[in-house]
């Protein structure tokens, strides 16, 4: 779709744009939101990505999640857009696979998705309904569909949209976390 491709485009230079100050504090305010959720909390397996670049930094809740006693699964991608979670006992055992994005070994036991509890799921941006704007290889958008774990987008605030072009096949987080505020729109439904 042309418009994601340009909203891409878009929220790349944003994300560019953002000060060293702000994406610290960014972090450290969506650490703290994150680790006090109560989904999270009781999880007992979760899926988290491995962050990169200036992506929200998802390894301080890795190591939150492993010194709670969690069984912590990460994306094993496979070429064209399939992808599995894989449990590891320590960070130390991700190594760069697809698309550079660290991931666990080809030896790691895959975790089937009925096992998840919480699944943290990365993006460009997210909107106020819970959908996301990925980065085009349509790996979660495949993944997600066939799971029933709560799933948690994180992003930073500065990069909240009002809404995001959708899709048939886009699924909505049950909750969008940011350093600032908790939504949770897909759980106001019920």
């Known amino acids: 779709m042309e418009l994601k491709r340009e909203l891409r ?3 790349s230079e944003e994300i560019s744009g953002l000060a060293a100050g702000y994406i610290d504090a960014s972090n450290e305010g969506l650490h703290l939101r994150v680790a006090s959720l109560k989904e999270f909390w009781e999880a007992r397996v979760i899926m988290i990505y491995h962050s990169v670049k200036r992506e929200p930094d998802t390894l301080k809740l890795v190591e939150t999640a492993f010194s709670m006693g969690k069984t912590v699964a990460f994306p094993y991608c496979y070429r064209g857009g399939k992808m599995e979670a894989r449990a590891v006992g320590g960070i130390d055992e991700l190594h760069p696979a697809v698309l550079g994005i660290p991931a666990p070994p080809d030896t790691a036991p895959v975790v089937m998705p009925e096992d998840l509890d919480v ?9 106020k309904n819970g959908f996301r704007l990925g980065y085009g290889g349509g790996y979660y958008d495949r993944y997600l569909s066939g799971v029933s774990a ?5 992003m930073r605030e500065r990069l909240m949209r009002d809404e995001l072009p ?3 096949h886009d699924i909505a987080v049950n909750c969008v976390i940011t350093e600032e505020r908790v939504l949770c729109p897909t759980l106001q439904m019920k």
Request: proline residues 10%; aromatic residues 10%.
């Open 119 to 127: 699944i943290i799921v990365p993006a460009l941006a997210f909107d």
């Open 150 to 154: 709560f799933t948690v987008g994180i």
């Open 166 to 168: 959708v899709e048939p």
């Open 9 to 11: 485009k878009i929220i």
